[in-house]
């Protein structure tokens, strides 16, 4: 194989776990920051609990580590995903004089604008949670709730990408071993981590009571819809054309932004014929 054949595989693959992301991490984060919100309400919320910790810290810890897989992405020394200066000419012609965070920018809002068309079924995911909660006796189950639907959401995003690495791989030319050494550092792994600490904090109880079958089923449907719908092209390649909608300042001219829409909406026949 030639260093060309690794490079474009390479760059196809980077495509995929891009775009596949660009909708699971930032969508998950948008549900986790209304959770937040929510949470903030907890009447133990600046209450210290295990270690002295008080749970709000908890959750700034999470939210910490999100900023710093952000700082990772946007000033990557390596494999980088977001150097404008990366670009090829032919790209690069399409945007403006755009920044490295600009372009971080626009591809969360990809996620952003998948939030915003799939929040339905985050919040019926919520109730779901709200109502088995509720059942067993914990104690403010609307607020808990929330702090589980932001955990279920990020778990999500890490599984989405995980799934992503491992279907961009060919085996070939680029090895899943290699293809986890470029792109993990999309992975919402430490967040979640960090979020599922912030959750047992809030409430241990969370972690030790036991769903009844018809609990454990609704909301593994529920989960199953959500991840179904941040994966499905549609939403995929539709909240990337909202997306360039929402940032046209960023391309150069306004006919580049036609021009990248439609060749996105190709790209979204193109893949939902391989599928069918």
């Known amino acids: 194989m030639t260093k060309e054949e690794i490079l474009q595989r390479i760059s196809a693959a980077a495509a995929t776990v891009k775009l596949c992301c660009g909708v699971a991490n930032n969508a998950a984060w948008m549900a986790a920051l209304e959770a937040h919100d929510h949470i903030k309400a907890h009447r133990n919320y600046k209450r210290a609990v295990r270690g002295g910790q008080t749970i709000r810290s908890y959750y700034k810890k999470a939210i910490f580590e999100f900023h ?6 946007i000033y990557a020394d390596q494999n980088r995903m977001f150097h404008v200066a990366d670009m090829t000419p032919e790209v690069r012609k399409k945007y403006g004089n755009i920044t490295d965070r600009e372009y971080y920018e626009f591809w969360a809002a990809i996620g952003f604008t998948a939030y915003q068309r799939t929040r339905p079924m985050v919040t019926s995911l919520w109730n779901k949670y709200r109502l088995s909660l509720a ?4 104690e403010q189950p609307d607020i808990v709730a929330w702090a589980m639907t932001g955990q279920a959401c990020l ?3 890490v599984k989405v990408c995980d799934t992503a690495i491992t279907s ?3 085996g070939k030319i680029l090895t899943e071993r290699v293809g986890r050494h470029i792109f993990g550092q999309f992975s919402l792994k430490d967040v979640a981590k960090l979020w599922m600490d912030a959750l047992k904090a809030t409430d241990p ?4 009571y036991t769903l009844t079958d018809v ?11 959500l991840e179904e719908a941040w994966t499905n092209p549609s939403m995929l390649y539709g909240s990337t054309i909202g997306a360039a909608e929402a940032y046209d300042e960023i391309f150069r001219t306004q006919g580049e932004l036609k021009k990248a829409c439609k060749d996105i909406e190709q790209a979204k026949q193109e893949t939902e014929k391989e599928l069918r």
């Open 68 to 73: 710093k897989y952000e700082r990772r992405l």
């Open 135 to 138: 059942q067993h006796g914990i």
């Open 155 to 157: 778990a999500l995003a």
């Open 168 to 170: 961009a791989c060919d």
């Open 205 to 208: 109880k969370t972690d030790t």
């Open 215 to 225: 609990e454990e089923r609704n909301i593994r449907v529920g989960l199953e819809q």
